[in-house]
């Protein structure tokens, strides 16, 4: 079924209204009065709607049901990644949200190879990814993609959440499965990942003394934009998300 | 550090014998004699070697130490695809390898965009993908891309694994971590996953029939080719391969 998200405000009185570039949408996917889509308000509840009339305008459908959206999780995620090089932003972006973070963020370390001068201004069309990928995978929220500066900005970001991972993969660290086995009740959780060349080891260090658990995701060495949507997935996995 | 595969008759004697395309691999990374390589057999075992000379015909390297390679999960798990669109391919070979795929497949469902005329054709390419994943991440295999032919083809596969999931977005399933949970012990395992537009009913069927656990990975709609990463990762978490 098709799937839209509007503001809540669009959906008073049992009727919801598309205006834009929604209503375009509408005509595109041409959808006739009568048929189905579901219009999702972003926070986490689905309207299954009956299109009503349509126009270059606006849309307008009735509501027929409303519901808890069955795709998210129990668990908030937000990923934070180390900037990798090109296009692997989009795919961390577009694969994350598949399989369930809530928030995807981007910061610099030592080893970033890509250093852009205005990082903010990607923001848009990451957010795009997003939402394009939110809307395939029938999620009830939009997740939030961010620019979370330097690694001190990501930590600040990870130490507020339930349990916050540095995912690391050399030298001592913690078991994953240990670690989510003891943590299975979180609602909110962040996970670091870094770029091409990996966290330095002060780096590691300096998330351990902020608190975080350094752990490891076995021996195979997984490529920067493999690694957050394997940690999402065991992290959905141990949380009962992904059954 | 810099892995290659060879055939374990290279290996005779404490030396290590690369040629062709390797002894040129170790030119272009610019080796030098007294720096260190890990040489793999391809059946899970690592010899560390100290690079001794090499020229355009051949590398020679001495053996410091053998060890089975730590990065080769406890279970072989096989991934049977319905064949997708483009490029896709590419992708999910090279990240179910990642992950630590053993075997992947592809064959054709009743809802197969493409459908090539000699499949078998492109197998030398995919080939090649899943051996720089392997190198890439440090595998002690080098997985084997297969054409699986139909359905039929890759329920034949399936069934001779000690367990075998078909994961299906619709209907009655069972949930992905009961099935898994239940079975931490085995050593083989296959997992079914569709094409763009999912497997059609009457697919889901014949392959509950057949003997397969038809599985639920979640209520998010994941794209086909990240379907197969999520399920390996998955896999791997429940049997103890991802810490």
Redesign the interface.
């Known amino acids: 079924m098709p799937r839209f998200f509007i503001a809540g405000t669009n959906l008073a009185g049992g009727m919801a209204v598309l205006r834009g570039r929604d209503a375009e949408h509408v005509r595109v996917l041409r959808l006739r009065p009568g048929e189905e889509l579901t219009i999702c308000d972003g926070e986490g509840t689905d309207y299954r709607c009956r299109l009503v009339s349509s126009d270059k305008e606006q849309a307008e459908a009735e509501v027929l049901e409303v519901r808890r959206c069955?795709?998210e999780?129990s668990v908030a995620v937000t990923v934070l990644c180390g900037l990798p090089k090109g296009d692997k932003t989009d795919y961390i972006i577009q694969?994350c949200v598949?399989?369930?973070a809530s928030e995807i963020g981007f910061f610099l370390t030592g080893r970033c190879v890509a250093r852009p001068e205005n990082p903010e201004k990607k923001i848009e069309r990451w957010q795009r990814i997003a939402e394009e990928a939110a809307k395939?995978?029938?999620?009830g929220i939009i997740p939030q993609v961010k620019w979370a500066g330097d690694l001190a900005g990501a930590l600040d970001i990870a130490v507020k959440k339930d349990l916050a991972l540095f995912l690391y993969e050399t030298g001592e660290r913690e078991?994953?499965?240990?670690v989510l086995e003891a943590n299975k009740e979180i609602k909110t959780a962040a996970l670091l990942t870094g770029p091409e060349g990996g966290f330095a080891e002060f780096e590691a260090k300096l998330a351990k003394i902020a608190g975080l658990h350094v752990?490891?995701?076995?021996?195979?060495?997984?490529?920067c934009e493999?690694a957050p949507?394997?940690a999402v997935?065991?992290l959905?996995?141990?949380t009962?998300?992904?059954?």
Do not use: F, H, W
């Open positions: 069955p795709a999780p694969k598949e399989a369930g395939q995978s029938g999620r078991a994953l499965d240990q752990c490891s995701m076995g021996e195979r060495i997984l490529r493999t949507v394997v997935t065991a959905m996995y141990a009962g998300n992904l059954s």
